[in-house]
Nanobody
Framework: QVQLVESGGGLVQAGESLRLSCTASGIALNINTMAWFRQAPGKQRELVASATNAGSANYADSAKGRFTISRDNAKNMVYLQMNNLKPEDTAVYYC????????????WGQGTQVTVSS
């Protein structure tokens, strides 16, 4: 059974940092793509950052220069280091895993709340 467990969310003030973690279990190692999405109240879920097993990373414009995605492939873990957080970063952050190149097979975590106060 595939399970994604996120941690690291919380309440911080603007300018502070948080590090989100996600552990994927029930999936073979060398996951093709691991990513973070977020969804703010009343808004659609959006991609924040993604990282492939080939070492490439992709960031939303809002995350560039402030957020860093990284992976521990030996542990099937993905991290999101978020620096200089802003109130507009407030959202539920979701871990997303695509085990192979098949984009039709993917899994979501349960989400972790990030709240940034001004």
């Amino acid at each position: 059974q595939v399970q994604l467990v996120e941690s690291g969310g919380g309440l911080v003030q603007a300018g502070e940092s948080l590090r989100l973690s996600c552990t994927a279990s029930g999936i073979a190692l060398n996951i093709n793509t691991m990513a973070w999405f977020r969804q703010a109240p009343g808004k659609q879920r959006e991609l924040v950052a993604s990282a492939t097993n080939a070492g490439s990373a992709n960031y939303a414009d809002s995350a560039k220069g402030r957020f860093t995605i990284s992976r521990d492939n030996a542990k099937n873990m993905v991290y999101l280091q978020m620096n200089n957080l802003k109130p507009e970063d407030t959202a539920v952050y979701y871990c997303h895993v695509q085990p192979t190149r098949d984009r039709g097979i993917f899994f979501w975590g349960q989400g972790t709340q990030v709240t940034v106060s001004s």
